[in-house]
């Protein structure tokens, strides 16, 4: 086990490079935009005079390298800084976002996982069957759709005609358990439709893959059963390419959802950070694209060490 | 038979006091019942029926953003204004749904020294939501806020003529103009001018968002949501119904819809045009629209060829099919423009007769262009959404309407990002709204002035900036008229803004809502007032 904690570690201390990296682009990116926040945030009431007024006050007035190293001893300190807009911890209000971010994530995870590989289980037991081109056809369909239009779709039936489930999700911190997850179910079910087939199909491709093994076929030949077959002894070895593909779909759950967010006015975090890179509010940006970064890479690793684990190969490498 | 009359009257009546019956349909029940000449009276008493206090009010409205703050020298959209001027705060004065000018929490005021000194009599026994009462202290400060050199309030340049603010005990207040402005309680409508409590040492305290309005904060997530409470203890008479107010930033035109659809909503603003039909169509939906100074414009730079020649210019006026911007930019929700940001909201507006209508006419374009020495010209409009919305189609048909007058227009399309920054005042020839402006003098001195910070055509007039002056200090009504007509005679033929249409304001609200027969036209939603304005059936 010794070697798998050793790469857990290089691989935490490559993913804090990256971060690093990620946070010096996204400066350079946002000093690309044109116009800064006070031009933003002024609009058409920039004159010269509030322009300065507001920049001397921020302390924009300073060279753009000076307030990136300002931050980033701010961000070794476990300070993330201010909102430059409205003077906000930003810890405080990403805090929010953030925990409605994942809230949304899981819950449409909670559905489209289990389902996934179990549609997935299925579809390979019964290939080539009506089921599975059924089964294919409907999550292709529903992932070849935009996200707005399925999300639109399921409004117009789910809330307008059948009046079930509430158009919008207007969540707030002081909401009960039960009522969030009934506000939060029509986004997380459009979310759900947008991300099953991918992991679907892997579960199918990677199963049927293995079933062509000549172990399965003396599994076969010593009588198991079908399903037991693929449970018991393909799933196992099939475990990796699955695991990546659900760690990916898992990490586009949480940084992927800024069009599902407006369609059901959701508070997430993909709003803030529209909002604030329109505003040009540089630490907020940092601030959502060092979450969304670390996101990635640690749903990466998740994966990467479920893949190592589920392989001996991988777990003892000679 | 008299008792079972007065049953059916009665029956009625509820009936249009709840929403669900039509007033003609009421006017022929009632009239079959021998009643015809009493029907209209009888009508609009059920149908004024006292406003009733309780519920809570949920509007889903756009212009919210995350990075919005509570204070009221930055309310940039609809959103913090409708929060900040039509919930939480107060002016000292205010535009009444009539268009007339009102007393707000300053009592009264008065002019003097060619209306450069301006007392206002602060109102007594107001309290702030925390329980501190107003004085002049609280008033004084918050007008220093958008004043002074590090102040980065929108309203500074509004106030640019303000050179002192002062207290004349606890309830007086004077303030010294540099020059007369006879509008300058008009002014002080302005959404960004809001009366804060005073910290006592000369600052405001914006932050708490605690002021004298209608309603106090319970939540506030900025770019989200806002919750508020009534006021109980609301200086105004017959005014604030709800219990609470709701209001919630949504930016999808669709999902605004949705919820009001759905019942989550009983308001919305900004109806998309292309949908304000279907909507209509809807059971226990009204459509309505507020006839404001929402104009869209097109500004020419006259600190550059060609359009320092008021030829061109003029030649420019006449390419624009304006009836077909009505139908396609507008949807038929507004009106022409007559190349003069007078709307529909001002008083002294010109009449067809003083000032007719401008028409598409390539005959005319070529003549002044011939005039101005040009055979043909080529011409670049610089376009993006955040100038107008519809802007780009727009500028196409331009170029096609325009080409028979010998002038050629390429639209170029430009980044919404920094807009207002980069292009505007900045392209020779660009998209731009304005919202509008309650009064004449305070249209002309924001953009039209020659020495305005905000002239975006950098046009500069001598007559025209004389009578500015001089209809900022005349006060009797009939000279200004003149005088303002006039200067929109001036404006529609040497000015150097090209104005196509006035935009309506479109919401829609579900059938429970009520609110009086005359609604604001200076903003959305009865001047952003609804909260404090409208009730619950």
Redesign the interface.
């Known amino acids: 086990m010794s070697s798998l904690a050793r790469i857990i570690l290089q691989r935490l201390g490559l993913g804090l490079l990256t971060l690093f990296a990620v946070s010096l682009i996204i400066a350079f990116v946002v000093e690309l935009l044109p116009g800064d926040i006070t031009q933003a945030m002024l609009g058409q009431s920039a004159t010269p005079e509030t322009v300065a007024a507001f920049r001397k006050e921020i302390g924009l007035d300073r060279p753009a390298h000076i307030r990136y190293f300002e931050w980033l001893g701010g961000i070794f300190t476990g300070d993330l800084g201010q909102s430059l807009a409205s003077k906000r911890d930003i810890s405080e209000f990403v805090g929010t976002r953030l925990s409605n971010t994942l809230f949304l994530g899981g819950l449409a995870a909670a559905f489209a996982v289990p389902l996934a590989l179990l549609l997935g289980l299925l579809a390979a037991l019964y290939r080539n069957s009506i089921f599975d081109r059924i089964v294919n056809l409907t999550t292709l369909t529903s992932i070849s759709f935009p996200e707005f239009f399925v999300a639109y779709i399921l409004i117009l039936f789910l809330s307008v005609k059948a009046g079930i489930f509430p158009g919008i999700s207007n969540v707030s911190t002081n909401l009960a358990f039960g009522d969030q997850l009934f506000r939060t179910i029509l986004p997380a079910l459009t979310l759900t439709l947008v991300v099953l087939a991918h992991m679907l199909r892997m579960t199918r491709a990677a199963i049927i893959n293995l079933l062509s093994s000549p172990y399965i076929e003396m599994a076969h030949l010593k009588g198991t059963r079908a399903f037991r077959v693929i449970v018991y002894h393909a799933l196992p070895n099939a475990w990796g390419p699955i695991v990546n593909v659900i760690a990916l779909n898992l990490a586009y759950l949480v940084v992927g959802v800024v069009v599902v967010e407006v369609v059901f006015v959701y508070p997430g975090l993909g709003q803030l950070l529209v909002d604030s890179v329109a505003k040009r509010d540089l630490p907020v940006v940092q601030a959502c694209a060092i979450i969304f970064a670390a996101v990635y890479i640690l749903l990466n690793l998740l994966a990467d060490i479920v893949s190592i684990v589920s392989n001996p190969r991988l777990l003892h490498p000679r | 038979m008299y008792s079972r009359q007065q049953k059916e009257l009665n029956r009625l009546q509820t009936k249009v006091s709840k929403g669900s019956m039509s007033r003609r349909e009421f006017l022929s029940r009632v009239s079959a019942m021998g009643l015809g000449a009493m029907a209209p009276g009888l009508y609009m008493q059920s149908a004024m029926a006292a406003p009733k206090q309780g519920g809570r009010f949920r509007q889903?409205v756009t212009g919210g953003?995350?990075?919005?703050?509570l204070d009221p020298g930055?309310i940039?959209d609809h959103y913090m204004l409708n929060v900040q001027f039509g919930q939480l705060r107060n002016n000292l004065t205010e535009v009444a749904p009539s268009g007339e000018l009102v007393p707000e929490l300053a009592e009264s005021w008065e002019g003097s020294n060619g209306a450069k000194t301006w007392n206002f009599k602060v109102r007594q026994g107001v309290e702030f939501h925390n329980g501190k009462s107003l004085t002049s202290e609280d008033v004084v400060d918050s007008l220093n806020h958008h004043l002074g050199?590090?102040?980065?309030?929108?309203a500074?340049?509004q106030l640019g003529a303000v050179t002192s603010v002062k207290a004349d005990g606890k309830y007086g207040v004077v303030v010294e103009l540099s020059g007369g402005d006879a509008d300058f309680p008009f002014i002080l409508t302005d959404y960004h001018i809001l009366i804060c409590p005073s910290n006592g040492d000369g600052t405001v305290d914006w932050q708490s968002g605690t002021g004298t309005g209608g309603f106090s904060l319970v939540?506030h997530?900025?770019?989200?949501?806002t919750l508020t409470k009534a006021n109980p203890n609301y200086w105004k008479p017959n005014r604030r119904f709800f219990d609470e107010v709701e209001t919630?930033?949504?930016?999808?035109s669709?999902?605004r819809e949705?919820?009001l659809?759905?019942g989550?909503l009983d308001a919305m603003n900004n109806v998309a045009p292309k949908t304000a039909d279907l909507l209509k169509r809807q059971p226990g939906i009204v459509v309505d629209v507020t006839k404001g100074n929402k104009q869209v414009t097109l500004p020419m730079l006259t600190n550059v060829a060609p359009f320092d020649n008021n030829d061109v210019r003029t030649a420019m006026k006449y390419i624009i099919d304006r009836e077909q911007w009505l139908q396609v930019v507008a949807r038929g929700y507004g009106e022409l423009g007559n190349d003069n940001p007078i709307g529909p909201a001002n008083v002294y507006r010109a009449t067809t007769d003083e000032l007719p209508q401008r028409g598409y006419d390539p005959d005319k374009a070529k003549y002044h262009l011939k005039k101005a020495g040009f055979d043909s010209l080529n011409v670049k409009f610089h376009a993006a959404e955040t100038g107008f919305g519809g802007s780009i189609d727009a500028g196409q048909m331009m170029a096609e309407t325009a080409r028979p007058a010998g002038i050629n227009v390429e639209v170029v399309r430009e980044?919404d990002?920094?807009y207002?920054?980069?292009v505007?005042m900045k392209k020779p020839f660009s998209a731009c709204y304005w919202s509008g402006r309650p009064t004449e003098n305070m249209m002309f001195s924001t953009v039209y002035w020659g020495e305005a910070?905000?002239n975006d055509t950098y046009w500069k007039n001598a007559q025209f900036d004389d009578l500015l002056l001089k209809g900022r200090v005349e006060t009797d009504p009939t000279k200004r008229r003149a005088i303002y007509v006039e200067m929109q005679q001036i404006v529609h033929n040497d000015g150097a803004t090209v104005l196509p249409l006035f935009l309506q304001d479109i919401f829609a609200i579900n059938d429970k809502v009520r609110h009086p027969d005359v609604i604001g036209g200076n903003w959305e939603l009865d001047g952003c007032k609804a909260a404090e304005r409208w009730w619950f059936a």
């Open positions: 889903g953003a995350t990075s919005d703050v930055q940039l050199e590090d102040s980065k309030s929108a500074k340049g939540e997530e900025p770019g989200v949501r919630l930033q949504i930016a999808d669709s999902a949705n919820a659809r759905t989550e980044p990002d920094g207002w920054s980069n505007w910070a905000w």
